[in-house]
């Protein structure tokens, strides 16, 4: 269905600005915009404010980078987290995945992409000074490069890991290996090398 | 991903009022609102107040129903259109769907659904008794049915038929037979029965 022909230049402003988020085509822009003209209208109003708010109001932690609702992020300011632990990712959602996990008690820092310069990414653009500065700072003993595992992943590994490797700190990375309910079948073959060599005690797995 | 870990209390909003959408997960709603998170301020204030205003300024058109910009529809107030000729379709998108083809000069009737004893919508719920004002109040000389033919569909155009018999006007409704472009094999079997009781001329097609 081609819809060019919009019964109201309202409709089509909002269609339009819902067209503009990804992965939403026009089709399933109007699919959701009928639906929200079909509520009540506070219910509408809570939905813009919900967006409005999150842009006008959100802060970043002035510490890892974290978005937060005050200057220092919930992890940065708890206590009892390990704040000689500082596990380097790339984005708001990795802090999210490796929080759901409930297995890291140290803090972050949200480097706010990885270097990759095909899109142009440089170091510079990315929290690395301010990582090196928390670094230099003192009262950090171990950075975990927690980066995706492909090659731009990797650079920011290298690059990050020349930076650091002056600095009296211990530098790790992610464990590589089978994921947990993979069958061997389907593991690619880098994987399984590399988890044959960095094989583990199996008490370590099953402690 | 299970993500309960939301850095902000705004983000958890955010992402709460985009997953009450159709079709949007909470993955997908942190996916959208975290694209809109890195749009310029303005961008975003515009996101949100097209669904603001579509939500509070939109109209109904007095006449057939349609969403307007104002008291009647631009279908309705085209003179050139033909106003004897109403189309009864049950929402605003098969008004768009058949302007797309640019094939039909009269005007509609949005009835707003159709009779679904099922989901508990009968004929009050719908703009039935307004079309049957249009019609009494003269100048129609054909209504078109154009509802889904599905049980619901077809139990709507048979009221709709037994309401408006008594009056003077052709009652038709849109041609059911093999889609353009479809394989005679995938198509059913009750359409192509229909198809061959309801031949056309040769002629009618490639004119």
Do not use: W
Request: with cysteine.
């Amino acid at each position: 269905m081609n819809i060019d022909h919009f019964p109201s230049r309202l409709l089509e402003e909002a269609v339009t600005e819902f067209s503009k988020l990804p992965g939403i085509g026009k089709k399933t822009a109007l699919r959701l915009v009928l639906h929200l003209l079909k509520k009540e209208q506070d219910e509408v109003h809570r939905f813009s404010e919900a967006m409005t708010r999150l842009r006008d109001e959100v802060k970043h932690c002035r510490l890892c980078h974290n978005i937060s609702d005050s200057d220092q992020c919930n992890i940065c300011s708890n206590i009892a987290r390990d704040h000689g632990v500082v596990c380097v990712v790339e984005n708001i959602r990795d802090v999210m995945s490796i929080e759901n996990t409930q297995q890291f008690r140290g803090v972050y820092h949200v480097l706010g992409g990885i270097i990759s310069p095909m899109d142009g990414i440089g170091p510079s653009d990315l929290e690395i000074d301010s990582l090196l500065k928390r670094v230099e700072e003192g009262g950090i003993r171990e950075v975990i490069f927690a980066l995706s595992t492909t090659m731009e992943g990797d650079s920011t590994n290298f690059f990050l890991f020349k930076k650091l490797k002056g600095s009296n700190i211990r530098i790790t990375t992610l464990a590589r290996g089978v994921s947990v309910g993979d069958e061997l079948e389907y593991t690619d073959e880098l994987t399984l090398g590399r988890s044959i060599v960095n094989r583990l005690l199996y008490e370590q797995i099953i402690s």
